[in-house]
C-alpha cells in the first residue's frame, strides 16, 4: 500500500480527512499526522509518505517550507495542498513546487477528494511498478531499461555507473540522441490509459534505418522517447527530418486509433548520457509551449516558435478587486476588454505557470462573485466543480482566454436577469432604514433581511442610492438628530435615539456631516431659527 501523511494544524480538519476515506479499501495507508511541518519532517526521518496531505498556513512551519524542503528530499512525493480562498496568495507560492492537487477546504466533498487519491494511485502505480497496457507481463528488461532512463533525467545516478549499466541493459553508447516529450491532457484519461496509447501507437510507427528509440514515463506519468543513433552510424544529411516525420505521425496515430490530441516537445542534439537531464528539460518546455502555440503538434526546442518572452512575468499583476467592481456596476464592455487585456499581456510574455496562477487567480474571482449574488449554495457548488473540471481539460491560452470570457459573459447574464427584483429589494432596505434608523442595524443584518449577500448588497446599494450603505444609514440618522436638536434633550440622548450610543462619536460624525457640532447646531437654530444649510 502507498503511504499517506496528513499535515494540518486544526486537530478538527484532521479528523475530518482522516474519517472521510475509506483508506485501506482504495489501496492507502496513513502514515501519519503531524500538526506543522516541523512536526511532519521529523515524523519523515523514519519513512517518507508516497502521498503528502498539507495545510499551507501552520504555525511553526507552514506548508511553503515543508514542501520546497520535502520537494528537495524526495521529488517524487504527491502533494495536495489545502488552503482557504483568503490564502490564495500562498497557493500561488505552492504551485512553484509542483504540487499535484489543490483543493479548497471549503468545497472538499469526500468522493472528489477519494477521486483525487485514486488519480494519485494510479500514477504511481504506472510511474513505480513500470506496468505495460492491458495486463501483459513486463519482462525484466523493459522495466529496468525505464528506471535507468527514469533514473538519469531526475539525476540520481553518478557518472561512472551510467556507461556501466547502459552496457548491462544492452543499450549502446549515445553517439546522437533527442528527447521528445509526449504530452496529453491529463484532465481527461488516466495515466494508464495515456501510456498504455502512446506504447500501442510507438509499436506502429515505421522503423527508420538510421534511428532507434526507448520509451519510459517520468514521474508525472508522461512519455518520453530517446531517440539514438549508435555509434559508428553517420547522422543522415537530413538531419533530425525523419524524427519529425516519426513525432507527426504518432500525434496522428494517437488521434485517429486512440481519440488523444498529443503535443510533443523535442530536445536539441547530446552526444552523452550526461546530456540527457537537459535535453528532458528542453523537450519538456518546448511541450508546454502548446499553450501559446496549441496543441496536436510537434515543437522543437531552439527553433523560431520558441522566442523569448517580450516582458519578465514578476512585472504584471492582474486586480482582482477592479474585475469584482466592473462586475458590480454591470459594466460587461470595460469587463470584457479589461480580460482580453489580461490574456494579451499573457501572450506576450509565454510563461506558462504565470499563466496557471492568473488562471486560478480569475477563477477563484469567478466563483466568488457566483457565491455572492447566488441565493442558491448547491447550485454555486455544483458551477465550482464543473469550472475547475472543464478549466483543467483546457490546454492552450487561447482556450483559456475563450473559456474565461464566455463564463464571465454568463455571470453577467444571471445579474442582468436578477438586477429588476435586486432594485426593489434595495429600494426595500432604505424604506427600512428610513423607518428603524434608531436600532442596530449592520450591513449583515440588512442584507439578511432583503435576501442578499453582504458584498452584492454593499455594492448594488451604492450603484442604486449614490453613497454607501454606511453613509446612508448615518445620514439619515443625523438628519432624524438634526430634528430632536431643537427640543430641549441632551446631545447625549439624541445620539442614543437615533441609535448612535457613544456622545462623542454622535458628536463627531455630526459635526463631520454638518460642519458644526451638536451644542452649536441647537445654538444657531434658537438664534436664527428655522434649519442651518449644511
Not at 460624525?509 to 434658537?526: A, D, L, M, N
Request: charge should be negative; avoid cysteine.
Amino acid at each position: 500500500m502507498y503511504r499517506v501523511m496528513i499535515v494540518e494544524d486544526e486537530f478538527i480538519v484532521r479528523y475530518g480527512i482522516r474519517s472521510m476515506i475509506d483508506w485501506e479499501k482504495i489501496g492507502l495507508q496513513l502514515a501519519g499526522e503531524a500538526a506543522n511541518g516541523k512536526e511532519a519532517l521529523e515524523l519523515m526521518e523514519a519513512g517518507m509518505p508516497d502521498i503528502l496531505i498539507t495545510d499551507i498556513k501552520m504555525p511553526v512551519m507552514d506548508g511553503i517550507e515543508l514542501i520546497a524542503k520535502v520537494r528537495a528530499a524526495s521529488p517524487e512525493i504527491k502533494i495536495i495542498i489545502l488552503s482557504n480562498l483568503e490564502d490564495f496568495q500562498y497557493a500561488k507560492e505552492a504551485i512553484k513546487h509542483g504540487v499535484s492537487e489543490y483543493l479548497i477546504k471549503s468545497d472538499m466533498m469526500p468522493r472528489d477528494f477519494e477521486q483525487s487519491l485514486l488519480a494519485l494511485k494510479e500514477n504511481l502505480d504506472a510511474v513505480r511498478k513500470g506496468r505495460v497496457a492491458e495486463g501483459k507481463s513486463a519482462s525484466p528488461e523493459p522495466v529496468y531499461k525505464e528506471k535507468f532512463l527514469l533514473d538519469i533525467i531526475e539525476g540520481h545516478m553518478w557518472e561512472e555507473n551510467r556507461e556501466e549499466q547502459a552496457e548491462t541493459l544492452g543499450m549502446a553508447r549515445l553517439h546522437s540522441a533527442y528527447l521528445m516529450h509526449v504530452s496529453l491532457n491529463a484532465a481527461e484519461h488516466g495515466y494508464t490509459e495515456r501510456q498504455s496509447s502512446i506504447r500501442r501507437a510507438a509499436e506502429q510507427l515505421r522503423r527508420e534505418d538510421h534511428w532507434r528509440y526507448e520509451l519510459f514515463p517520468d514521474k508525472q506519468g508522461d512519455m518520453n522517447m530517446l531517440w539514438t543513433q549508435a555509434l559508428g552510424e553517420r547522422e543522415p544529411s537530413d538531419g533530425m527530418a525523419p524524427l519529425l516525420d516519426l513525432a507527426n505521425d504518432l500525434i496522428l496515430r494517437l488521434s485517429e486509433a486512440h481519440g488523444l490530441r498529443a503535443t510533443i516537445g523535442i530536445s536539441g542534439r547530446f552526444s552523452d548520457w550526461a546530456g540527457m537531464k537537459e535535453a528532458y528539460a528542453q523537450a519538456v518546455h518546448a511541450a508546454k509551449q502548446k499553450m501559446f502555440l496549441g496543441s496536436g503538434r510537434v515543437i522543437v526546442h531552439g527553433s523560431d516558435d520558441m522566442r523569448e518572452p517580450e516582458s519578465q512575468a514578476e512585472h504584471f499583476k492582474i486586480s482582482t478587486h477592479q474585475i469584482q467592481s466592473m462586475v458590480y456596476a454591470f459594466q460587461t464592455k470595460e469587463l470584457m476588454d479589461d480580460l482580453e487585456d489580461v490574456f494579451e499581456q499573457l501572450a506576450a510574455r509565454r510563461d506558462v505557470e504565470l499563466v496557471q496562477i492568473v488562471s486560478l487567480e480569475l477563477l477563484m474571482v469567478l466563483t466568488t462573485l457566483w457565491q455572492e449574488v447566488s441565493n442558491d449554495p448547491q447550485q454555486v457548488l455544483q458551477l465550482k466543480k464543473q469550472y475547475f473540471d472543464e478549466l483543467s481539460k483546457l490546454e492552450t491560452l487561447e482556450q483559456s482566454r475563450a473559456w474565461f470570457i464566455q463564463s464571465f459573459e454568463a455571470l453577467m447574464r444571471h445579474m442582468n436577469g436578477m438586477y429588476h427584483n435586486d432594485r426593489n429589494s434595495i429600494i426595500k432596505a432604505t424604506q427600512y432604514i428610513q423607518q428603524f434608523y434608531h436600532q442596530e442595524i449592520s450591513l449583515q443584518s440588512i442584507s439578511s433581511l432583503v435576501h442578499l449577500s453582504k458584498n452584492y448588497f454593499a455594492n448594488l446599494f451604492k450603484k442604486e442610492v449614490g453613497e454607501s450603505f454606511l453613509e446612508y444609514l448615518t445620514r439619515i440618522r443625523i438628519e432624524k438628530a438634526k430634528s430632536l436638536l431643537t427640543g430641549e434633550l441632551k446631545a447625549g440622548d439624541v445620539g442614543s435615539l437615533v441609535g448612535i450610543h457613544d456622545p462623542k462619536y454622535f458628536s463627531k460624525v455630526f459635526k463631520k456631516i454638518t460642519g458644526v457640532s451638536p451644542s452649536e447646531y441647537r445654538q444657531w437654530i434658537r438664534e436664527h431659527g428655522g434649519n442651518l444649510s449644511v
